[in-house]
């Protein structure tokens, strides 16, 4: 037995390299695409949060209900992109290691501004919980003193993201923007969203909340460095950028990246940690974006980024389509079932996504689908995870027929497997 | 190219069907009698809680632990009857990095909520607050155990008999079918044994990375940030005994999936050899630089063991592992 598997092992390791499907020339052309789409996907991020950028400038310059419901609209648009872009994620750990600065979620929004008493105090996960920067201008973290009396991109990103280790101090990103736009949603389980008034960015005497001044120049912060994260990917994606080089440097390892990303998105992230942990605990602060009630877009524009990549044809911002060899016709050529059977589960899943969209604009809104005992909310949100669900399946067939072989994301300790323990 | 391409195919093909390692064994002598045993040492939880309801009852506290004993030796099999209607998560919501739990059993409390009286109402109320881990605060955290009122009495109650339904209903959905998909694969569900046996696999890993990542990994937080309160059920002191069991149950079943490769049992049993001689139940250690070490030292074992089951072992059985929960972050 034993000599055996010595044996096939062997046989193993030479059909893994060997025998993956489809020739290098069609498995570049396919990565082509794939890292044309991860540009122009990118590029529309910014493009959008770059609108997003002269809004939150025309607030804080002149702040109006006007400028801040214009700053929200910008937002929302910024989002569509973004979300589609989360495909590239997993699989690319340049993508990975740096999207916690731009989507960190869920956040304790104590941490940054002024909370409802209902919100509670420091917890035994996070005593930073009430941080509260904007009213702080100096503050204890960790046990050192920081000066925060100016708050600038820096002090975000280098000393308040994940303060004291903590993955809920999230400090920037547009979950951050999202919510000094928007404040706190205090409905519950009821219609609506956060309902931050204009005037907690207004001048003198007309300020609400405290600190108005220190408010704007946070979100103004949080707002430049969401652009400068955005400039740096999309130039990783460029002509000779390092996530475009890297995909391309190994053939089968970039289809097994492509295939990755699809998997965990599907998966693990979206059904997951994002959908299904919110009906099971009906809780309305386990919304992706629980400030703006915009949950709904998020999971959809999932779901649409998550096609994109199979079929090889991404729609941009501005209606023009960035196409190209795609995983589609790769799997195809080995095996014309598989990929209407992949095809169509996508569909599926965007379609089972879009009744959650649908009904969420219409009025029953995503908080709303998560109340206990609400069966209708429950069957929609359900819907959209069995769909992804389901197409995570195919992607594992179609990784086996494909004879590729995907890197699960591991924890940092089997990463970097210390000999000295053996 | 794509001519040799398709030969090699076959090759692999014919090799993988040669070697899927037998998942009747492990259906039949590994998944059913896990379950045969938590559906019985549940029932006796609930009927114990019935006549003891105070955190306080000897009885009520030993049936506790068997039943809990005998859900970490099957929460590795994530998959199938235990992910529908959300039974796994109902029975085990843990972690739980948002101090769900007490929170949601103080929200109860303090509504003095009717749902605990109706079974079918209770099976609705969040999964933060069933389950073992809802028992582990109602039994054990003096926040819920001093001055407990007759509505604590009725809500241990009520968890208790929802953790027995539940067991029942996943043995019940392996008996009535879900075992056969597996059995007799074909289905839309399993459509050759090699995809039965990759969802054996997955859930071996998945079940080792949980150890590492979680019931070891979150009190290990960082060595500058030790989080030992992070201790998985750390109130009634079962954080280490979780890491044995689920090494246990791990073993059992990997053995069963490479014919009984002696390497793996042999890293097996180093790992449960190091975990029974730590003097740490709860991780507490994790603060000083020799404790810590000494968990750090098991996680690595835990690791390698994992590494080995994928590099080496489903590669060599033309099998590898699927996506799983804990991809994504």
């Known amino acids: ?422 | 190219m794509r001519e040799f391409a398709t030969a090699a195919m076959v090759l692999w093909a014919s090799f993988a069907w040669a070697d899927t390692p037998d998942v009747t064994a492990s259906v039949t002598h590994h998944v059913l009698p896990g379950y045969d045993l938590l559906v019985q040492n549940t029932q006796a939880l609930a009927a114990t809680a019935e006549q003891e309801c105070s955190a306080s009852s000897p009885d009520l506290i030993q049936a506790y632990h068997r039943a809990f004993d005998s859900w970490i030796s099957v929460s590795h099999l994530r998959f199938g009857p235990s992910e529908s209607e959300d039974r796994a998560f109902a029975l085990a919501f843990w972690p739980d990095p948002r101090g769900s739990t007490p929170k949601a059993l103080s929200a109860l409390i303090g509504a003095q909520d009717p749902a605990v009286r109706v079974p079918d109402a209770f099976r609705t109320v969040s999964v933060a607050a069933r389950g073992f881990y809802a028992l582990d605060f109602l039994l054990f955290d003096a926040q819920f155990t001093t001055d407990a009122t007759a509505y604590t009495c009725a809500l241990i109650q009520a968890v208790t008999t929802d953790i027995a339904a539940n067991a029942l209903a996943i043995r019940d959905g392996w008996l009535n079918g879900y075992a056969d998909l597996m059995l007799m694969p074909g289905n839309d569900t399993y459509r050759t044994a090699n995809e039965a046996a990759k969802q054996l696999f997955t859930a071996l890993v998945t079940g080792l990375e949980f150890t590492s990542s979680m019931r070891l990994g979150r009190p290990l937080g960082t060595f500058e940030r030790p989080r030992p309160k992070r201790a998985e059920a750390r109130r009634s002191g079962r954080s280490l005994r979780h890491v044995i069991l689920s090494l246990a149950a791990t073993r059992d079943l990997a053995l069963r999936l490479s014919s009984s490769d002696p390497d793996i049992a042999q890293a097996f049993d180093t790992a449960i050899m190091r975990a029974e001689r730590l003097d740490d139940p709860i991780f507490a250690s994790v603060s000083t630089p020799q404790g810590r070490l000494q968990v750090e030292i098991l996680q690595q074992n835990v690791d390698m063991l994992r590494q080995r089951l994928t590099e080496q072992v489903g590669p060599s059985l033309g099998i590898e592992a699927g996506f799983n929960s804990l991809d994504g972050d």
């Open chain 1, 1 to 422: 037995m034993k000599k055996l598997t010595i044996a096939t092992s062997v046989l193993a390791l030479g059909c893994g390299t060997a025998a993956i499907a489809g020739g290098h020339a069609e498995k570049v052309a396919v990565l082509e695409t794939y890292a044309n789409i991860a540009e122009a996907n990118y590029a529309d991020s910014l493009s959008a949060a770059q609108n997003l950028q002269a809004a939150v400038n025309a607030l804080v310059a002149s702040p109006s209900a006007e400028a801040l419901e214009a700053a929200k609209a910008a937002w929302l648009a910024a989002r569509v992109p973004y979300q589609q872009s989360e495909v590239f994620r997993f699989g690319n750990a340049i993508v990975d290691d740096w999207e916690g600065k731009v989507n960190a979620w869920p956040l304790d929004e104590g941490l940054i501004d002024y909370v409802d008493a209902s919100y509670g105090g420091p917890t035994d996960e996070n005593e930073a919980a009430v941080l509260n920067v904007v009213a702080n201008a100096s503050f204890t973290l960790s046990g050192e003193a920081v000066d925060a009396s100016t708050i600038t991109p820096a002090l975000l990103e280098n000393t308040l993201q994940e303060a004291d280790g903590v993955e809920a101090n999230v400090a920037t990103g547009y979950h951050a923007v999202e919510f000094l736009l928007w404040g706190q949603d205090l409905n519950g389980h009821g219609a609506g969203a956060g309902n931050r008034p204009w005037t907690d960015y207004a001048a003198g005497a007309a300020c609400t909340g405290g600190n108005c001044d220190r408010r704007g120049e946070y979100l103004k912060a949080a707002t430049d460095l969401l652009v400068s994260d955005l400039e740096w990917i999309v130039a990783q994606w460029a002509e000779d950028g390092e996530a475009r080089t890297t995909v391309l440097a190994d053939a089968d390892a970039g289809i097994a990246a492509i295939l990755t990303g699809m998997g965990s998105l599907s998966y693990g992230e979206t059904a997951g940690e994002r959908m299904r942990l919110g009906v099971m605990l009906n809780d309305p602060e386990e919304e992706h974006s629980c400030f703006a009630d915009n949950t709904h877009n998020d999971h959809f524009y999932n779901g649409v980024g998550i096609q994109s990549v199979y079929n090889g044809s991404y729609t941009r911002i501005d209606g023009s389509v960035v196409d190209g060899a795609s995983l589609s016709d790769l799997v195809a050529a080995t095996d014309a079932d598989l990929d209407a059977e992949m095809q169509m589960k996508l569909a599926a899943a965007v379609l089972a996504l879009g009744k959650i969209k649908t009904a969420a604009e219409a009025g029953f809104s995503y908080d709303m689908m998560l109340e206990r005992g609400n069966a209708a909310g429950e069957a929609l949100i359900m819907g959209g995870v069995n769909g992804l669900v389901d197409q995570t399946r195919s992607i594992e067939r179609v990784v086996a027929a494909l004879g590729t072989s995907i890197e699960v994301e591991g924890s940092d300790s089997l990463d970097n497997p210390n000999a000295v323990f053996e």
